[in-house]
C-alpha cells in the first residue's frame, strides 16, 4: 500500500507541474499577444578583440525595420538578422525577445588575419575561417596588408570560402571536358563508320552473268569504277572532316584541362601566401617588423615577394615562397650582426633569396 502511495503521490506530483508549465506557456503566448516592443538592445560579442563593426553601425542597419509599437508575436527577429547578416564582415547574428518586450541583439564580427588590397578592384579579408569579405568603408583592422598583383583564385566581388568560386569553375569545366570528349567519340565513331563504308565499296566486285553480253558486262565494269572514284573521294572527304574535327576537339580538352591546373595553381599559390602571412603573424618579432607584403607574378606563374619593414628604410626582396624559415633566419641573423652595426637606414634592398648569404645595395 505505501508503495501505491508513493506511486500517486509521484504521479500527482508531475500532474501539477506539467499543470503549471501549460498555465505559464498560457500566460506568456496571451502576453506576447498584447505586449508591444519597445526597443532594440545591440551586443558586440566579440568587441574588446575587434572593431570592424559597432553597435551603433548595426542599429543603421536595422534602421528600416520597424520595430517600436510592434507586437511581439509579430517580432521581425528574421528580418533583422537577415539585414545584419548581408554586411561580410558580419560572422554571425541572433535575435530574440526579452521578456521586457525588446529585442536582443547579439552580433559576432568575423577575425580578419590579413587584408588584400590588389591590382583588379581586389580589397579584402582573409578570416580564421579561412574566408573573404570585402573590406568596410567605415572600418579596418590591424592585420598585415598584401598589395601588388597575381592571379585570385575568385573574383574581385566574392565573399565566403576562398575555395567556392573554385570548386564551381572545376566542376564548370569537368562538364565541358565531358562533353567534348563525348563529341569528340561521336566524330571517332561517325570516321569509323565512313571509313567501313568506304571499304565495302572498295571490295566490291562485278561478275559477268552468264547469259550477259560482253557489252553490259564492260558497262558495269565502268560504273562500278566510277562510283567507286566518286564514292571513295566523297567517303574520304567525310572521314577527313571528321578526323580534323575529333583532333581539334582532342586540342580543346588538352585546353579545359589547362585551365584546371591553372586554377589548381593559383589557388595554392594563394594559399602558400596565406600560410606565409600566418607565419609571420606567429612570430611576435615579425609580425612587429613586417607591415606589408608585396606581390607580383613571374611569366612562368611563381609568386614573387617583396617584404616591407616598419624599421629601416629598406625593401627586403624575399622571392618565392620556398626555403621560408632559412630566408627569415638569415635576414634575422644580419639584422642582428650587420644592420647593428652598418646601421638600419644605409640600404635601399636587402635580398635572402640566395643560399648562405644576403646580398644588398646600398644608398
Given at each position: ?23 505559464i506557456?498560457?500566460?506568456s ?5 498584447v ?10 560579442k566579440?568587441?574588446a ?36 547578416l548581408?554586411?561580410?564582415h ?7 525577445l526579452?521578456?521586457?518586450g ?5 552580433v ?10 590588389l ?19 567605415l572600418?579596418a ?7 601588388g598583383?597575381?592571379d ?8 565566403g570560402a ?12 569537368d562538364?565541358?571536358i ?9 566524330l571517332?565513331?561517325e570516321?569509323?563508320?565512313?571509313q ?16 550477259e ?15 567507286k ?16 574535327a575529333?583532333?581539334?576537339k582532342?586540342?580543346e ?7 584546371q ?14 600560410n606565409?602571412v600566418?607565419?609571420i ?6 609580425r612587429?617588423?613586417i ?19 616598419r624599421?629601416?628604410?629598406h625593401t ?7 626555403k ?10 644580419f639584422?642582428c650582426?650587420?644592420l ?19 646580398v644588398?645595395?646600398?644608398?
Open positions: 500500500m505505501k508503495q501505491i502511495g508513493k506511486i500517486i503521490a509521484f504521479s500527482i506530483f508531475w500532474v501539477v507541474i506539467v499543470a503549471v508549465m501549460v498555465l506557456g498560457r500566460h503566448s496571451a502576453r506576447s499577444e505586449q508591444t516592443l519597445t526597443g532594440v538592445d545591440v551586443v558586440i566579440d568587441s578583440r575587434r572593431q570592424m563593426v559597432d553597435a551603433a553601425e548595426v542599429r543603421r542597419w536595422i534602421a528600416p525595420i520597424k520595430v517600436e509599437g510592434v507586437r511581439a508575436v509579430d517580432a521581425p527577429l528574421g528580418e533583422i538578422e537577415g539585414a545584419i548581408a554586411h561580410g558580419v560572422r554571425s547574428a541572433e535575435a530574440y526579452t521578456p521586457d525588446r529585442i536582443r541583439i547579439e559576432t564580427q568575423h577575425a580578419p588575419t590579413m587584408r588584400m588590397m591590382d583588379g578592384g581586389y580589397d579584402f579579408y582573409l578570416t580564421d575561417r579561412g574566408e573573404v569579405f570585402r573590406s568596410p568603408e572600418s583592422a590591424y592585420v598585415p596588408v598584401i598589395t598583383r597575381f585570385v583564385p575568385f573574383s574581385a566581388k566574392h565573399e576562398t575555395d567556392a568560386q573554385l570548386k564551381l569553375k572545376i566542376n564548370e569545366l562538364s565541358l565531358d562533353a567534348t570528349e563525348e563529341a569528340r567519340n561521336d571517332l565513331i570516321h569509323r563508320h565512313i567501313r563504308q568506304r571499304s565495302k565499296l572498295r571490295g566490291r566486285t562485278v561478275k559477268k552473268g552468264l547469259f553480253s560482253q557489252e553490259d558486262f564492260e558497262w558495269r565494269k565502268e560504273s562500278l569504277k566510277k562510283t572514284k566518286d564514292s571513295g573521294a566523297l567517303y574520304t572527304y567525310r572521314m577527313r572532316v571528321r578526323q580534323k575529333a583532333d581539334q582532342a586540342v580538352v588538352d585546353r579545359l584541362i589547362e585551365r591546373k591553372k586554377l589548381q595553381k593559383n589557388y595554392e599559390d594563394f594559399i602558400n601566401l596565406t606565409f600566418k607565419l603573424e606567429d612570430d611576435d618579432f615579425w612587429a617588423q607591415v606589408e607584403i608585396v606581390v607580383s607574378q613571374s611569366q612562368n606563374g611563381a609568386l614573387f615577394l617583396r617584404l616591407v619593414p624599421a629601416g628604410n627586403i626582396i624575399f622571392g618565392r615562397i620556398e621560408v624559415e632559412r630566408k627569415l633566419d638569415r635576414l634575422m641573423r639584422y650582426e650587420g647593428d652595426k652598418e646601421g638600419w637606414n644605409t640600404f635601399r634592398t636587402i635580398d635572402v633569396r640566395f643560399d648562405d648569404q644576403v644588398c645595395t646600398r644608398r
